[in-house]
């Protein structure tokens, strides 16, 4: 059974985020002076006394213009809305009642949906009761006075908003594989999204930077669920301002190291950028698994060669993910879409599995009889005494040699493409650590001061 859903209302500004970052006792709803921030609906796990939900902050309400993204956003609280089992209907204490406020508490009296008015900015609790007195004229009940930064109030509004919220028995918590969805402004992530969920999840608009906050879905299938986060566009760091979109940025790099499987998606019209090449090279420092999503292939005029050339033209630029997967897919047409989550299954399950230290050590007897480690002018040459794995996610497997100064890069190469060839860790990054005689005896030293002391 879902959680139950609370959706956070209001014009811009009044705060609905620092709202909902104090109801659900976390910080990742972006905060800033400016109205508009907000914009698709983000969904945030939240818990009091004995009831678990899920808070949907959402975009500022405007119903008397139709400029730039306020339709769409008003699209998106009334998604919100309509799966709601409550509403709260946030407005500013400090500024009064406005028209806006009363256009928005008519439309709510019109849904089926119960609302409770939190009464924003009352950091005074003297204060309290006047600031909220004008609002009871919305008819829609109780006006609550709180204050979401020092979180004034917020005990009884979430104590009066319970009963409302069905209680979840016997919830289990699932397994789910995290996918972060990275790229370049104006790539088509969130159309990846909606494409993935089936409706209209994240707004969707050539005008670049539309997505600012990491947005959260659940999709399940075939019994298994994924945590879907779009992230805003990031761009080259001398074209960022300060604002929205320096901390939306700062979202998708927090998404991709909370991911279990990146899709960095690329745009199949433009190829790969510099830009494409920098997030690629974050994916890899970050030890995330990956697939390689090139998106709008609808677009491109093809022939029998076209997929082949743009494969290596791709896998050239981004020669560091050589061992990511590639898809062609449009997120406008559906080409392909589903067929991205099997590759995501396979890349999680090599992201976290393990290998035995005896299959390891084959793999490299095998290499080793191939091709020996290279030998210095001096005579000195390499040896592996054995290898075994010591951690997952990424896989990273520990090789015990004499000196890992006599192993050269093109050697080291070479090991590492003789573990992917007999293991496969297809999508997933490996790390090797080359590790010689006297890190192991000043590691023993130590241990040994230790144990006498």
Request: glycine fraction near 8%; hydrophobic fraction near 40%.
């Amino acid at each position: 059974m879902p959680l139950p859903v609370v959706a956070v209302i209001g014009r811009p500004n009044v705060g609905k985020s620092t709202i909902v970052n104090r109801l659900t006792g976390a910080k990742d709803a972006i905060v800033h002076d400016e109205p508009g921030v907000t914009r698709d609906r983000t969904y945030r796990p939240a818990f009091w006394r004995d009831r678990e939900f899920l808070v949907v902050d959402t975009g500022g309400l405007v119903f008397d213009d139709e400029t730039e993204f306020l339709p769409l956003i008003r699209e998106q609280a009334e998604a919100a809305l309509a799966e709601a089992s409550a509403a709260v209907f946030v407005v500013d204490g400090q500024a009064g009642l406005t028209a806006a406020d009363e256009s928005i508490a008519g439309w709510l009296r019109q849904q089926s949906v119960p609302v409770l008015i939190a009464v924003n900015k009352c950091e005074s609790i003297e204060q309290g009761l006047a600031q909220t007195a004008e609002f009871w004229s919305l008819g829609l009940g109780e006006p609550y006075a709180v204050s979401g930064i020092h979180g004034n109030g917020t005990g009884e509004l979430l104590d009066d908003l319970l009963p409302y919220l069905p209680a979840i028995e016997n919830l289990e918590e699932e397994d789910e594989i995290r996918v972060a969805i990275v790229g370049r402004p104006n790539v088509g992530k969130s159309s990846l999204l909606n494409a993935f969920v089936g409706e209209n999840r994240a707004i969707v608009s050539p005008i670049s930077g539309t997505t600012r906050d990491a947005i959260d879905m659940l999709v399940e299938r075939d019994g298994k669920r994924y945590r879907l986060i779009d992230t805003a566009g990031i761009r080259k760091k001398k074209n960022v301002e300060y604002g929205p979109e320096f901390f939306g940025i700062n979202r998708s790099f927090k998404a991709i190291r909370r991911a279990n499987v990146v899709l960095l998606v690329v745009d199949a019209l433009d190829g790969v950028t510099e830009q494409d090449q920098k997030l690629a090279g974050r994916i890899e420092e970050e030890g995330r698994a990956c697939i390689l999503v090139v998106n709008k292939w609808d677009a491109i005029e093809k022939d029998s060669h076209t997929i082949y050339d743009y494969e290596r033209q791709i896998k050239e630029r981004l020669h560091f993910l050589e061992w990511a997967e590639m898809i062609f897919v449009s997120a406008q047409t559906g080409q392909r879409v589903e067929k991205i989550l099997e590759l995501v299954n396979t890349a999680a399950e090599q992201h976290q599995r393990r290998v035995s230290t005896s299959v390891i050590n084959e793999v490299l007897e095998e290499a080793l009889r191939w091709h020996t480690p290279p030998t210095t002018r001096q005579g000195r040459q390499g040896r592996i005494y054995y290898g075994t794995q010591v951690s997952a996610q990424p896989p990273s497997i520990a090789l015990f040699v004499n000196d890992p100064k006599l192993f050269n890069e093109n050697y080291r190469r070479y090991i590492e493409r003789q573990f992917r060839q007999q293991l496969g860790f297809t999508g997933s990054p490996i790390r090797l650590f080359w590790r010689g005689k006297k890190v192991r005896e000043v590691e023993r030293n130590t241990a040994n001061r230790a144990t006498r002391v």
